[in-house]
């Protein structure tokens, strides 16, 4: 296991993306609703945000952990210090997928090496980064992904 780690951690992320993984990405207009979003992630843990309709280009993610806050908020009151109650279905403030996405993005590149990707994603408490090509996602690397290969299950 020791050496089959190092020879990973050398890795490009083109050499071990998926294919099939680069078609079936979850992804959704930045300007889609609320309705719809919560449609994708009724069935993945995650879904990337587009520019708009036949783009590529990631703008945002929304996990699961992102609809948990928004679905099951504090009981605050509308106004708290004078200021209005932040993004929330259950105030309305939520409407559209870019109401709710995290916009900073940590991505990659194809031509990174596997254990830098790793690292960002330790650094940052992240289990899955998109892969940039360009302004376009690829595909996407998952702690998840990783752990597979290394028991030869991919």
Known sequence: MELKLKEIHDKKIRD??????K?????????ASIQSLLSILAARDHVWAVDKKGSRKVVGVVTEKDMLRLL????????????????????GTA?????????????????????????????AG?????????DEIVGEITAHYIIQILLGKR
């Open 126 to 134: 992240l289990r899955r980064l998109p892969v940039i090509d360009g």
């Open 95 to 123: 409407t559209k997928t870019e109401d709710v996405m995290c916009k900073q993005l940590i991505t990659c590149s194809p031509d990174d090496n596997v254990g830098d990707a790793l690292q960002k994603m330790v650094n």
């Open 16 to 21: 071990i993306l998926d294919e099939r993984a």
């Open 23 to 31: 078609i079936n990405l979850p992804v959704i207009e930045k300007d």
């Open 72 to 91: 099951a908020p504090a009981r605050l009151p509308k106004y708290v210090f004078g200021k209005k109650y932040g993004v929330s279905i259950e105030y």
